[in-house]
């Protein structure tokens, strides 16, 4: 219950010890696989199998089967790979800087934030690999050691990618994990089947609760936050390089790494919001998941989508102002050109609709923060898509500008990458505590203390 | 090294332990130790370490026993014999080329040079002793290769489509020719295209002599009968004119595509060119034409105007400079200040001007221009006179029209066919097929399985003129025999074999028929070596037409203009496959057209206020119908174009390979109207046919990108090379070798596209298909920019060719994430294709977008044929990798390794890429910067020198040299 003065609380109703961990691990243990579930499962593993099918055709046949050509050599393969990978920072952001910062709202969304960043980045780790001509020698861009004595070329961001990518998804995979353990014993004290009890046993690692585990659990959460916190602004930044290191105009632009790392957080968040308003509602979790929450996503979401709005802004104000007639032509293009419904579209859906957050009634609405989340994602992708595609198919000569036509099998694999993340997110609902059991149990601990105080 | 046979007796006799000892004792002799320090110097530093010895010899004894200095044991013995006959010269991975002639379109020859491999022919290049050559080819002839090796040639005599052998053939053919010389040949009928060949000639006068009541048409779509009844009409005489484009100041082309095609356009593009430079007083040339052709591309002044439009315009010229007879039309019908503005500069230049008029003019127009050009003074100039160089010069279409009637009149019993694709390409309102179908006996001799073979009996396969002997003219009468460079693929037979079989009755080598030939004309004991120098030179000295003496007339009187309504439509054989001979060439195919910039079909081409007019766009299907004949084809709103007319290109609908991709214009082609003709009719169908364009935008959108100065303004020379202004953070490249660069001349470029097929056949370049061009994925290594400025009916036009630019600060280099492109050491972008994962960021980065991704498994492993074609010094790229043009590394690599051996430096033009020797123009210059000396480095001390996108930091290897044009002050 809230007041107009003062704000949503963070827990609401009545909660113990008990009640939490009792709802939170009854989602797993005792409701079992429900129709709704099934039904998204089957969902999830049907696109899984369209990518299936769409990354053995383009395996067999090649890359052709794309829409890709001289000049536009990426289409949607990296477009999807930016625009997974900024939707995975919102997760970090939440569980490390928010952590960091001592927002105890974070709690309750942080454990399915972190696991929407992991298979987020698995979603966006196979387009840099399907993408390449010759993937079966995607390690080249990696150090190994080889016999031709070759180390990567170390100036490229690509090679960037690959250690920015790989160390993110490295420490939020051991971040989620690691705040993962104290919840998997108490699966594993609760589980009624053998199965169960096994499983999560061994992912448990032996966790007794004893105070010295609590107190090493504790300092290497705070470490690992502190690794994470940076990697939300560098990898999207490293990410950002792909485009800005390039001297295509509409590519070449210092707002890049900023511009993108608000435009991840902003996507990241309105994925988050698409994620836990239907799960808040699908699982009752209306208490755990309060209005408090959605209100403060909402607002770090027009926070974020200002920053973006300033972003195109600036970009479209530098290209006028320095005179340079490619880049001016790249904004006249982006405006008028063949692809300018993208680009409108991406303006109304990040810039316009936002804008209605400015209303506390749209703020309290989850049906309307649901449908403006969406919204985003879409703009999200669609600036994405302007960036890689316009940038490229109308650059310096226009003896070379072509269009760029994105066919089934983009479509196809575009969906399908869908397909990982619903598949990998049904079965974290269905088997991993959504919530953080031990941080909400903390969080009671301290509105306890509080309220006694 | 009788030390070291005795050695190898020891060591043959030793066994086991004794063998390790007797290696031991080899070792220490001396000679051995000789041997070690001549053959293996560093492994001589480590022999006098004792520890290293050991573990020496065990390494050593491995090899030493597979080298054949040990014998432990008895091998079995397995002789091998080396090449016994090793055919003279030939050093495997060196390639021998070989003179010969390629009988282009027309008849006429042009004189090759063609590289040979262990055998195979994969490489065209010019003759630089051949006139219509000079060193130069065009893309007809760099694809000719293709065509030897194209899987889809007939491979078997057939009869009624069943395959048989040449035995057969044989028998058949001299039943029939038995029953033809009881009646003196009257019902023989004997088909050729244009002959030029003097063994061809003779061969078919023999077969007229002994049939005496046989005759012998001849037959092709793209000639133009107007010349000899101009020349006729001007001077009563069959002469051909033979331009001296080096000493005219002044050229007037009346509807004439001279650049662009023609038996010698390539030695007047070469002089032509060679006028466009600064230095020199430059020419001017002035074009008159109804589409826009290279040639009127390159005009100073361009005047477009309806085909029909041109005879008035003849007329008026000649007037003007006092041909007798000649009446100016009247003054509404031309621009009069254009056509005052020539004559007086015509004028200004008596004898060193030129009119020339196109061939598919009318013989009017041919006329008036020849007399013009007497007027002028200029015969003996800039203008000669040959006897025609056809064995027959005659109206071909007259011909075919008699042939045709005496076929459906069912006076024909045996028809023999040699080449060509008559029932394909003759005029619509000519029933050649139909007739056809009356024969008895129709023998065709043919590359492919066209119209004209289905409609045959016997149908034999062709030999290719690189499989052939053959002899054949030039277009001055300079007569190169033809050698082949590899047997018969196919067992295909010659012209002159076939006709052996009408004449003898038996099967001869045509090397015994045209040797016989000439052995007859030039008798003598010398002439086994006079045959050598002629194959080795590749032309026969003293052949070329004497110059004749020309009377002139008087002008011919104007010919009447009929009802002049409704559309003109003007008929060209296409830019790349001609009159459909090249169809089957998918280099020619893939080829963009030089101004449409089209491939994999033809269309027609509309002039944009036409088409506003009618509501057409580029695309869209439109039904031509042209007396009572229809046909559907795609549109092309071409700059250029004449108002009221539009061009239409023969060449594609028939039958065989890839034809499929355009639409038949020879359906509505009418013998009245061969060349151009009123009354068309074009009406939209509402249809959309895709159309395969490799370039969509051809205006500069107000970039810098070709410059183009009149003469005298360009900027002045600049100082050689200034050091590298922009700072940076990496060290400069250094070059203490070899410093390679290129620089392009815009102002001598016509556009022509040999440079393009050149690459594609020096580097194994693959071809896609029209499907993949639509997607905008063709692969060709450098491409020629067409580039309009102004007004589109009356556009300025510039061609630019762009290869990869070698950028000193090569922005792909910076983003490739495994180093597949890297700087090499003497300048060059070097690409690695095995290195490279395909990620592709190499072409985003690359301003000039110059790249070519193999975005599917492109080149053709499979069929046998054409992997004989591929040059092998050049990798063949597989799927997934990034390949772009190399400088022709290959021939860099193999001149560097001719000249160490030597122990001198590379000279100035030894290193020719395969564009810069195939251009006729010699617009492209490649060379080694820091040869003082070298061509290329003056030419970028030019004022006009400049890099293209210069701003953007790459600092390319490959500048351009500014257009140049010379326009009249008078018409400015």
């Known amino acids: 219950m809230s007041t107009p003065s003062a704000p949503p609380p963070v827990l609401a109703a009545p909660h113990t010890y008990t009640s939490i961990t009792d709802k939170i691990a009854g989602i797993v243990l005792t409701r079992g696989a429900r129709r709704g579930w099934l039904l998204g499962f089957a969902i999830g593993l049907a696109l899984f199998t369209l990518l299936g099918v769409a990354v053995t055709a383009l395996l067999y046949v090649g890359i052709g089967i794309w829409g890709v050509n001289i000049p536009v050599a990426w289409g949607f393969a990296i477009a999807n790979f930016v625009w997974w990978i900024g939707i995975g920072h919102a997760g970090t952001l939440i569980s490390a800087i928010l952590l960091l910062l001592r927002q105890e709202w974070r709690q309750s969304i942080n454990r399915f934030a972190e696991a929407m960043t992991i298979f987020a980045v698995m979603c966006a780790g196979i387009f840099p690999l399907l993408h390449l001509g010759r993937p079966q020698f995607f390690y080249w861009l990696t150090p190994y050691p080889n016999t031709m004595s070759l180390w990567p070329q170390f100036r490229s961001p690509l090679v960037w990618d690959v250690f920015a990518v790989s160390t993110y998804f490295t420490i939020s995979l051991l971040f989620w994990y690691v705040g993962l353990i104290p919840d998997l014993a108490t699966l594993r004290d609760r589980s009624q089947s053998r199965i169960g009890r096994v499983v999560y046993g061994v992912f448990a690692l032996g966790w007794r609760g004893s105070a010295r585990h609590w107190q090493r659990y504790e300092v290497a959460y705070l470490l690992l936050a502190g690794l994470a916190t940076p990697l939300v602004v560098s990898v999207h930044t490293v990410v950002s390089f792909d485009f800005a290191v390039a001297q295509l105009p509409g590519w070449h632009s210092t707002i890049f790494p900023p511009y993108f790392v608000a435009g991840a957080i902003f996507s990241g968040f309105a994925m988050v919001l698409t994620l836990a308003i239907p799960l808040r509602a699908a699982y009752g979790l209306h208490d755990l998941i309060t209005e408090r929450h959605l209100q403060n996503m909402a607002k770090i979401l027009l926070v974020t989508g200002l920053i973006v709005a300033y972003g195109y802004f600036i970009e479209a104000f530098m290209a006028w102002y320095s005179g340079n007639p490619f880049e001016r032509y790249v904004l006249w293009n982006r405006l008028t050109g063949p692809y300018r419904y993208g680009f409108w579209g991406m303006l109304l859906f990040n810039v316009a609709l936002p804008q209605l957050l400015w209303l506390q009634r749209v703020r309290r609405s989850a049906v309307a923060l649901f449908v403006i989340a969406v919204c985003v994602n879409i703009g999200m992708w669609l600036e994405r898509f302007v960036i890689v595609v316009e940038s490229l198919h109308r650059d310096f000569l226009p003896s070379s500008w072509g269009m760029y036509y994105p066919t089934f099998w983009d479509w196809a694999t575009l969906f399908g990458s869908f397909g990982i993340f619903l598949t990998f997110f049904f079965l974290f609902i269905r088997f991993i505590p959504m919530i953080s059991i031990a941080e909400m149990r903390m969080l009671l601990e301290e509105e306890r203390g509080e309220a006694a105080a | 090294m009788t030390d070291l046979d005795a050695v190898r007796a020891r060591l043959a006799a030793a066994r086991g332990e004794q063998y390790w000892r007797t290696l031991e004792e080899v070792a220490d002799s001396a ?160 088909l050729t295209e244009t002959v030029t060949s003097p063994t061809l000639g003779a061969q078919l006068r023999a077969v007229l002599e002994q049939y005496p009541d046989a005759r012998w048409h001849q037959w092709e779509p793209s000639r133009a009968d107007a010349v000899r009844a101009g020349a006729l009409a001007a001077f009563g005489d069959d002469v051909r004119p033979i331009h001296h484009l080096a000493a005219a100041d002044v050229i007037v082309a009346l509807d004439a595509d001279f650049l662009g095609c023609g038996p010698a356009h390539l030695a007047e593009v070469r002089e032509f060119a060679a006028r466009r430079r600064p230095g020199q007083p430059m020419n001017r040339l002035y074009v008159a034409e109804s589409g826009l052709t290279p040639t009127g591309a390159k005009a100073d002044h361009r005047l477009g ?73 200029n015969v003996g100039h800039t203008v000669s006179y040959v006897p025609a160089v056809e064995v027959r010069s005659e109206d071909q279409l007259a011909s075919l029209k008699t042939l045709v009637d005496d076929m459906a009149a069912g006076r024909v019993e045996v028809l023999v066919v040699l080449g060509g694709d008559p029932a394909f390409n003759a005029p619509a309102d000519v029933p050649f097929a139909e007739a056809m179908g009356r024969v008895p006996l129709r023998i065709h001799l043919s590359l492919y399985g066209n119209d004209t073979a289905a409609r045959s009996h016997w149908v034999v396969p062709a030999a290719h003129y690189l499989e052939s002997w053959s002899d054949v003219r030039a277009f001055d009468g300079t007569v190169t025999v033809v050698q082949p460079l590899i047997a018969p693929l196919y067992g295909g037979k010659s012209a002159h074999e076939l006709l052996a079989v009408l004449g003898e009755g038996a099967t001869q080598a045509g090397y015994d028929i045209v040797r016989a030939r000439w052995q007859a004309e030039r008798r003598g004991a010398d002439f086994d070596d006079a045959w050598r120098s002629w194959l080795e030179a590749g032309v026969v000295p003293g052949t070329a037409s004497a110059t004749r003496y020309v009377l002139p007339r008087r002008a011919p009187a104007p010919s009447q203009a009929d009802g002049q309504e409704g559309l003109e439509v003007v008929f060209r054989p296409d830019p790349a496959v001609h009159d459909g001979r090249f169809a089957s060439n998918a280099w020619l195919q893939e080829l963009p057209r030089p101004l449409s910039r089209l491939t994999w079909g033809n269309a027609v081409h509309v002039a944009p206020t036409t088409a506003a007019h009618l509501g057409l766009r580029a695309e869209q299907v439109v039904e031509l ?94 100082t050689p090379e200034p050091a590298a202004a922009e700072p940076s953070l990496y060290p400069e490249w250094s070059y203490a070798g070899y410093r390679w660069g290129m620089a392009i001349d815009l102002s001598a470029c016509v556009g022509c596209n040999a440079c393009v097929v050149a690459c594609q056949a020096e580097n194994n370049i693959p071809v896609v298909g029209k499907r993949e061009v639509l997607r905008g994925r063709e692969m060709h290594w450098i491409r020629i920019d067409t580039y309009f400025t102004g007004d589109p009916a009356a556009p300025g036009t510039y061609f630019m060719p762009v290869p990869c630019m070698h950028c000193e600060n090569a922005p792909c280099e910076l983003v490739c994430p495994v180093e597949a492109t890297v700087h090499g050491a003497e300048g060059l972008n070097e690409m690695v294709y095995n290195r490279c994962v395909g990620t592709r960021y190499c072409s985003n980065n690359c301003p000039y977008k110059v790249r070519r991704f193999n975005f599917f498994e492109y080149s053709r492993w499979n069929a046998e044929s054409l992997r004989l074609l591929y040059n092998p010094d050049v990798t063949v790229r597989s799927r997934g990798v990034m390949e772009k043009c190399t400088y022709c590394v290959q021939r860099i690599v193999q001149t560097r390794i001719a000249a160490e051996k030597e122990g001198r430096r590379i000279r100035d033009g030894e290193v020719v890429t395969a564009c810069q020797q195939a251009c006729p123009a010699e617009a492209i210059v490649f060379g080694d910067l820091n040869d003082e000396e070298s061509r290329v480095r003056l030419l970028k001390t030019e004022g006009r020198n400049y890099a293209l996108l210069e701003e953007l930091n790459t600092r390319p290897r490959t500048t351009y040299l500014a257009a140049l044009s010379n326009p009249n002050p008078e018409l400015a």
């Open chain 2, 31 to 190: 000679a051995f130790e000789e041997l070690l320090a001549r053959e293996m110097p560093a492994a001589a530093v480590q022999w006098l370490d004792p520890m290293r010895r050991r573990s020496f010899l065990k390494l050593m004894a491995a090899a030493l026993a597979l080298g054949g200095l040990g014998g432990c044991g008895e091998r079995p013995s397995e002789p091998i014999v080396p090449y016994v006959r090793t055919p003279e010269g030939v050093i495997p991975g060196r390639p021998l080329y070989f003179a010969t002639a390629m009988p282009s379109a027309g008849g006429f020859g042009l004189g090759l040079l063609v590289e040979s491999h262990l055998g195979r022919p994969i490489k065209v290049e010019g003759n630089p002793r051949h006139p219509a050559s000079l060193g130069a080819t065009d893309a007809h002839a760099q694809a000719s290769v293709l065509t030897l090796y194209d899987p889809e040639r007939l491979q078997a005599v057939t009869f009624a489509g069943a395959i048989r052998t040449w035995a057969d053939f044989l028998g058949a053919a001299r039943a029939a020719l038995g029953a033809q010389r009881a009646q003196r040949g009257a019902g023989l009928r004997l």
């Open chain 2, 305 to 377: 105007l309806r085909a029909a439009a041109v005879a008035p315009l003849a007329r008026a010229l000649a007037a003007a400079v006092g041909v007798p007879g000649a009446t100016a039309p009247h003054a509404d019908q031309l621009p009069a200040r254009w056509v005052e503005a020539v004559a007086r500069d015509l004028r200004r230049h008596r004898g060193r001007s030129l009119v020339v008029a196109g061939e598919t003019q009318t013989a009017e127009v041919q006329a008036l221009a020849h007399l013009t050009n007497v007027a002028l003074g």
């Open chain 2, 625 to 718: 119908a042209l007396r009572g004949r229809t046909v559907r084809a795609p549109v092309v709103v071409a700059a250029g174009q004449a108002e009221g007319s539009v061009t239409v290109h023969f060449g594609y609908g028939g039958r065989g390979p890839f034809h499929e991709h355009g639409f038949n214009a020879y359906a509505i082609r009418p013998s009245d109207a061969l060349w151009s003709g009123w009354g068309l009719e074009m009406r939209p169908t509402g249809a959309r046919s895709p159309l395969a364009r490799t370039q969509h935008h051809q205006r500069m959108e107000g970039r810098d990108i070709v410059r183009a100065f009149p003469a005298g303004h360009e900027p002045p020379r600049a």
